[in-house]
């Protein structure tokens, strides 16, 4: 047995700390494979994801905090109506939007109006 695992009367195994974390810095590696990882140790895959969520929602708010936001300089033209119709190009109906959050990203595909951004943009806020 994993000196770094714990049992008593409960048949349930439970993992030390140390063990959690070093799995779960393993599998944040780039190319890592939870499954492999979670096999070679003999734990459930969805356990390690659990203990990855875990890890990235307590970390997640001051990796945030630490960085802080970039201000990008935005200059608004008007443009006379006649001109407007002629620039104003209907929305392309494939694209991709993709926004990183942290360790998450958020990928839209196809067509994406206004509410659905803002709705997936108030849930990442709840999230973080």
């Not at 203990?51 to 001051?62: C, I, N, Q, S, Y």
């Not at 006379?80 to 926004?99: D, F, L, W, Y």
């Not at 360790?103 to 951004?117: I, Q």
């Amino acid at each position: 047995m994993d000196k770094r695992v714990t049992s008593g009367k409960d048949t349930r195994r439970k993992h030390s700390e140390a063990l959690k974390q070093e799995l779960v810095e393993r599998s944040l590696e780039p190319g890592a494979s939870v499954a492999a990882i979670a096999q070679q140790h003999g734990i459930n895959a969805n356990l390690l994801f659990n203990w990855r969520r875990l890890h990235l929602r307590v970390g997640a708010p001051a990796a945030l905090a630490a960085a802080s936001p970039t201000l990008l300089p935005v200059t608004v033209q008007t443009v006379p109506a006649a001109k407007a119709a002629k620039v104003m190009a209907p929305r392309p109906s494939t694209g991709v939007i993709e926004i990183d959050v942290g360790s998450t990203r958020v990928r839209l595909r196809g067509p994406v109006d206004e509410d659905s951004v803002r709705c997936v943009l108030r849930l990442l806020g709840a999230i973080a």
